[in-house]
């Protein structure tokens, strides 16, 4: 006598529920990192475009030696925005406005020291470069929300201009 066998025994339902159980579980951790991820890679790229805004607004300010003009200016200090006669030409911008009221955004300006002359062989002490250097930071998103500023994180420009 043959029997013959349609469909699946209690054993094999419970144990395809057991397996997509435990599937499911593991997609469902996954989640919220790859929710992390995708929000950490969302504010950094913001960060970078606009550190790479203000350099190049730095790229386009004049900085002539004849005539002189400079509207590039230095920063007398690390912590100090650059100023040119007394006047800061990239002020720091602790926040921004919206809707980046997250980020933070402050510009360095060194000048490049080295043998550098003028016509007739007189030393000036500058080569004629400066460094510029654009920070932004921000706070990233948590878990629970926005992380306190003590956890801020930062994306860095630099970039070497030569006087025109």
């Not at 144990?15 to 990192?33: D, E, F, M, R, T």
């Amino acid at each position: 006598m043959v029997f013959n066998q349609h469909g699946f025994t209690i054993v094999e339902v419970l144990l395809a529920v057991v397996v997509l159980g435990i599937g499911l579980l593991a997609l469902s951790s996954a989640i919220p990192l790859a929710a992390y991820g995708i929000q950490e890679g969302n504010q950094l790229s913001t960060a970078t475009f606009l550190a790479n805004q203000r350099m190049e607004q730095a790229r386009n300010a004049p900085w002539t030696a004849c005539p002189s003009l400079d509207k590039l200016g230095v920063s007398a200090a690390v912590t100090a925005a650059p100023d040119s006669s007394g006047v800061v030409t990239f002020p720091d911008e602790s926040p921004l406005p919206a809707p980046y009221a997250f980020y933070s955004r402050q510009v360095r300006i060194t000048p490049v020291q080295g043998p550098a002359t003028c016509p007739g062989g007189v030393l000036t002490g500058t080569m004629g470069l400066r460094q510029v250097t654009v920070t932004v930071s921000y706070r990233p998103m948590t878990g629970t929300g926005v992380a306190p500023a003590t956890r801020a994180k930062s994306a860095v420009l630099t970039m070497y201009i030569s006087q025109r």
